[in-house]
């Protein structure tokens, strides 16, 4: 199974902040990773599939980049609606595994 | 507008089975890769399971392989779990995920969960 790390675990910040997450797959992958974005008592939502493909209406302050093994997600300015945690997910191959997660917090 | 809803959740006991259903709409269900995927309390996300838009192709994570079986009833777009041989750590929120496609892909839709609690 491919094992997907992400960092940092938590990340405090404050609006107007850049913010990078980043994932690492146990092996390449191209460019088959997705982000999701998880409020709390909600479900996920796709922010970008396929490495850096912004979903329809998520905004332009998201960005994704990487492919292989290593991957970013950047938020370039930080809104207060933005604190959530984050998920990185392999769709390689099955079974799909997801990164463990990152907390974004306001600072 | 695609809506998912999951049902079936609930209190069991360890060793019990439970099945859960996610009935979808606004889609052609036949088209995509149907998912579940789990949260146990205040913990990440967890992919379950996975099926093909026809089910014949079924996928498990190792950690309910054996004990949980996916399946889908196209002719009323309905997604199933059936989850046997239940443990402790099996307690999460399940949430039903619609595929992107027809293959292994991102969940561009979720359903709301539902909460499955395993415990004497």
């Known amino acids: 199974d491919i094992q997907m790390t992400q960092s940092p675990s938590s990340v405090s910040a404050s609006v107007g902040d850049r913010v990078t997450i980043t994932c690492r797959a146990s092996q390449g992958i191209s460019i088959w990773l997705a982000w999701y974005q998880q409020k709390p008592g909600k479900a996920p939502k796709l922010l970008i599939s396929?490495?850096?493909n912004l979903q329809s209406g998520v905004p332009s302050r998201f960005s994704g980049s990487g492919s292989g093994t290593d991957f970013t997600l950047t938020i370039s300015s930080l809104q207060p609606e933005d604190f959530a945690t984050y998920y990185c997910q392999q769709t390689n191959s099955f079974p799909l595994t997801f990164g463990g997660g990152t907390k974004l917090e306001i600072k | 507008e695609v809506h998912l809803l999951e049902s079936g959740g609930g209190l069991v006991q360890p060793g019990g089975s439970l099945r859960l259903s996610c009935a979808a709409s606004?889609?052609?269900?036949?088209?995509?890769?149907m998912n579940w995927v789990r949260q146990a309390p205040g913990k990440g996300l967890e992919w379950v399971s996975g099926t093909s838009g026809s089910g014949v192709d079924t996928y498990y994570a190792d950690s309910v392989k054996g004990r949980f079986t996916i399946s889908r009833d196209n002719s009323k777009n309905t997604l199933f779990l059936q989850m046997n041989s239940l443990r402790a750590d099996d307690t999460a929120i399940y949430y039903c995920?619609?595929?992107?496609?027809?293959?292994?892909?991102?969940?561009?839709?979720w359903g709301q969960g539902t909460l499955v609690t395993v415990s004497s």
């Open positions: 995920a619609k595929g992107r496609g027809s293959a292994s892909s991102s969940h561009d839709s």
């Open positions: 396929t490495a850096s």
């Open positions: 606004g889609f052609t269900f036949t088209n995509y890769v």
